[in-house]
């Protein structure tokens, strides 16, 4: 497969590529030209998307002549978004996962783990026949506000500036605002309630990076030196972090890995090709996934780069960036791995699974998965010269392949399926690692046959009711994505 071995976080609108298909500009007697915005919306999503044949208002046809396309294009005035998602394969539905933004420098330090942020991932639920809500965190970044403030995985919080979180009020007051004040709570046995326990905590979201190679140990089961892994991001900036784990691995002698994705919404396609290699092997001979996009653009890459374009094989080899010399790939060789998954587990993640599927034995410990087999690139407004248009900063995150193994399965639409059931709970949210916390240790004693069936972690407290809200998140974008950050790219 051909690779390119330099970042291109863009893409350019190839116009004479597809002259075909682009409208044909004709003498306009009233309607104004549409901003350069929307134009570029409209276009991008013409030449990129996967699914633009099943949206009739992409279509060259749609329109009566560019009077019809202007009119369409300008109904949106400046809303740029409304236009984006107007444009959508019934979003929500088929197409869950497409997103634009209006600054792509935010963009770009999102894919680079970089924030602003207080460092709380966490999870919000309401109690049952009640608007109020509470919220659990599932872990802290190490050197955020939040672990600076003494906040831990397992902490609970119902208030913010002394105000009760509800469903109407949740999303201004945790997302819409940098400073505020968390009220934490406690769960009463006695009562058997979860009630605000006057323990505040102010804090100041800051632009953080967040180093994905979260947390990992080395534990003895049933004799067999086993890895415990947990990866939340597949976030290339720390592509080496994670192969000189997995070196360090190697030479303790692992014979068997745990990888914790619970809380990883996926990523970068390639850093999930690394860590598949990083598992199983460095062969480059053996396909790891084929993609596939629309028909332009699949007759467009086969005809510049063959036929072997679509095939992403295993790597034996960390290329170069600007901060490191390309290194060797470690890899453990393994031909079992146990995956740890939640129903947030996503794009990248699943990836991997499904890639492995074929090679050896992955076991899917806990709940299905999100069911993203789809990828996106980042389109810019490049100018003809090939250079970004200087006069907006607007980018687009459309769907633009499908993924599949390499026998050709990805039809998990509807997520992966665990092999053995686990959930996490919110009053036993233990360290990670620790033997005795609910999933791993689900997992630990499925290794050891102390449980061969399907089995639950989760212990619902007797008398309190909830219903699940949304994920920190699910706020942001880029946290359930699949992305390409490679593309090359297209002629003019």
Request: hydrophobic residues 35%; glycine residues 8%; contains cysteine.
């Amino acid at each position: 497969m051909i690779r390119y071995r330099y970042f291109v976080v863009g893409a350019f609108l190839f116009i004479t590529l597809f002259a075909g298909c682009k409208k044909k500009v004709e003498p306009v007697q009233n309607e104004p030209v549409p901003s350069e915005i929307s134009r570029f919306v409209w276009n991008g999503l013409n030449d990129y998307y996967l699914w633009y044949k099943d949206v009739d208002k992409l279509s060259m046809d749609y329109f009566e002549d560019t009077e019809g396309w202007y009119k369409y294009l300008n109904t949106f005035g400046s809303d740029h978004e409304g236009l984006f998602y107007d444009l959508l394969n019934q979003y929500g539905i088929i197409d869950r996962f497409s997103w634009i933004v209006d600054d792509y420098v935010a963009l770009e330090n999102s894919f680079s783990g970089i924030s602003k942020s207080t460092g709380l991932d966490f999870r919000l639920v309401r109690f049952s026949g009640s608007d109020d809500i509470f919220g659990y965190v599932r872990y802290v970044v190490p050197g955020s506000p939040a672990d600076n403030a003494g906040i831990k995985r397992g902490d609970l919080f119902m208030e913010v500036d002394g105000q009760q979180l509800t469903l109407t009020n949740y999303t201004d007051l945790l997302f819409g605002q940098d400073d505020f004040v968390l009220g934490m709570a406690e769960y009463n046995e006695l009562q058997n309630s979860i009630g605000y326990n006057s323990v505040d905590h102010s804090l100041t979201a800051v632009e953080l990076q967040e180093n994905p190679v979260h947390y990992s140990t080395v534990i003895d089961i049933g004799g067999v030196p086993t890895a415990y892994l947990v990866y939340n991001s597949f976030t290339s900036d720390f592509d080496f972090d994670l192969n000189d784990l997995f070196g360090s691995f190697v030479s303790d002698g692992v014979q068997r890995l745990i990888l914790d994705l619970r809380y990883n919404g996926g990523g970068s396609i390639q850093s999930s090709i690394y860590l598949a290699s990083m598992i199983y092997t460095t062969e480059t001979s053996k396909v790891f996934s084929k993609v596939q996009y629309n028909d332009k653009l699949q007759s467009y890459l086969q005809n510049e780069y063959g036929a072997d374009y679509f095939d992403y094989n295993f790597e034996n080899t960390l290329y170069a960036t600007d901060e490191h010399d390309a290194a060797a790939l470690n890899s453990l060789g393994l031909t079992e791995v146990y995956i740890i998954t939640l129903s947030g587990t996503a794009s990248a993640s699943e990836l991997v699974i499904n890639g492995l599927e074929p090679y050896i034995d992955v076991i899917i410990a806990g709940e299905t998965t999100t069911g993203k087999n789809v990828g996106s690139i980042t389109v810019k407004d490049y100018t003809s010269s090939g250079t970004i248009n200087p006069n907006h900063k607007w980018a687009m995150q459309p769907i633009v392949l499908k993924i599949a193994n390499s026998v050709g399965f990805g039809d998990y639409t509807s997520g992966l399926v665990p092999d053995v059931s686990a959930s996490e709970n919110y009053l036993n949210l233990l360290p990670f690692g620790d033997p005795e916390e609910p999933m791993l240790k689900t997992v630990i004693e499925y290794i050891t046959g102390t449980t061969t069936k399907s089995i639950s972690a989760w212990q619902p407290v007797e008398g309190i009711d909830y219903e699940v809200v949304a994920d920190s998140r699910d706020l942001r974008p880029f946290s359930r994505e699949m992305y390409i950050e490679n593309f090359p790219p297209l002629k003019k």
